[in-house]
Structure formats: C-alpha cells, structure tokens
C-alpha cells in the first residue's frame, strides 16, 4: 500500500530564509508524488508532482522538490520565503502508481509558518 | 483553465435538515469527480469518487445513504448531506479530473455547520 509521512507538522521560519519540508513515502512500485498547498479556507492548489522524470522537480512560486529513493524521500524546499508561503502543505501519493485521476493519499500536513 | 467551482462556500444548518453542495468544473468536462471531508487541522480523507453516469464508489466507513453523490453530467457532481447531525459539521472539499493520469483540480471547499 501507498503511504506518505510528513515529519512535521509545523515549521516556522524568517522571511528571506530557506524553507524545508519534509516527506518520506512507502510504495510497492515506482511511485507518483504531488505536494499541494492549502491557504485556510481554500481547497488545494498543485505545486508540483513527480511521476519518474527527472528527480529534481521544479514547481511554482519557487518551490522544488527533489526524488531520492535510496532515502524514500521526497522533500519540499525554497531558497527564500515569503509572507504569502504561510500556509498548509501536504504531501501526496497516489495510487495506482502513475495515476494521478484516480486516489490520492494525503499526508498529514505541515503548517508553514513565516515570521516578518 | 482547469477550475473548479464549489457551492455553497459556507451553510449553517439544523440537525435534521438536509444539505446539497455543488461541484462544477467551468472550463473542462470531467470525467471523474472526488469528494474530500477534512476535519480542523487534519488532513484531506477520501470519502468517494465518482465518474459520470456511474454510481459512485465509496471509501470504507462512509456510509452511502447518508452522503448521496450525484454525478449526471460531465460538469457537475453533488454531494447531499441527509439527515444532518453535529458530526457531519467539517470542511468538504471537491476535486475534478478530465481523464486518466490527468491531475486533479480542487474546488475552494464548503464548510458545512450543523447547529
């Protein structure tokens, strides 16, 4: 079965300064991974996915993230933050592998949190 | 393109009383349309998915008969609430696909109240 672990559920940060969020998953197979971003009250805006391309995924608003399977991790970075980052981030795998139109398995979520 | 519009984006309601929420995609026909519920600060739970013109599948531990999912067209799906009590309240997200391998794309979300 397809799993995701967000290590943390909060992560608090400098505007200006680097940004890191973390995503381990657990699959049988190849997987296919998604981080999303939620402002309160909002549904779920796609940053970014990996479906076995290139490891290094780039995404919008200057987020990356990048596919290591020897560590099972797929890790969400930005080099700098900014006050309109604060907000909900999940990590996402689907299943099946490879198809991202059928169901997604949510992470628990990390609040980012960016101080002025 | 690829939005996706929810209705309504707030209801209050008494228990008892029945509630229908709107899921429609503007700008592309859908075949398969997903029904979120998320509780405060928790993640997004699957409840069922549905494609058009099919019944819908639903997750194991939502009950069928209290969330009716509708899906009569390739641009609107809906999720009715009957016989609405206090622990239905929580915040339910749609999302839209237009095929498969096609991502998702997800609905502002209703948060249903239930007084």
């Known amino acids: 079965a397809q799993s995701v672990t967000q290590l943390d559920s909060h992560v608090s940060v400098s505007e200006g300064t680097p940004v890191l969020l973390r995503c381990n998953y657990s699959?049988?197979?190849?997987?296919?991974l998604f981080w999303y971003v939620q402002h309160p009250n909002k549904g779920l805006q796609l940053l970014l996915k990996y479906t076995s391309a290139a490891t290094l995924v780039k995404g919008i608003n200057g987020f990356e993230a990048e596919f290591k399977k020897s560590e099972t991790s797929f890790h969400l970075t930005k080099p700098s933050a900014h006050m309109s980052d604060a907000a909900e981030y999940f990590c996402?795998?689907?299943?099946?592998?490879?198809?991202?139109?059928?169901?997604?398995?949510f992470g628990s979520g990390t609040r980012l949190l960016v101080r002025p | 393109g690829a939005v996706v519009s929810q209705h309504p984006s707030w209801v209050i309601c008494k228990s008892g009383t029945s509630v229908k929420i709107e899921c429609r995609s503007l700008?592309?026909?859908?075949?398969?349309m997903f029904w979120y519920r998320q509780f405060p600060k928790q993640s997004l739970m699957l409840m069922a998915t549905?494609?058009?013109?099919?019944?819908?599948?639903?997750e194991q531990g939502v009950e069928k008969d209290k969330f009716l999912i509708n899906h009569a067209s390739l641009t609107l799906s809906t999720l009715t609430v009957t016989s609405a009590h206090p622990e239905d309240s929580s915040f339910y997200i749609c999302?839209?696909?237009?095929?498969?391998?096609?991502?998702?794309?997800f609905g502002d979300g209703t948060r249903l109240s239930i007084l």
């Open positions: 996402v795998v689907s299943d099946p592998p490879g198809d991202s139109s059928y169901k997604l398995i």
């Open positions: 699959s049988s197979y190849s997987p296919s």
């Open positions: 999302s839209a696909s237009k095929g498969r391998n096609q991502p998702q794309h």
């Open positions: 700008d592309f026909q859908a075949t398969t």
């Open positions: 549905s494609n058009e013109g099919s019944k819908a599948t639903y």
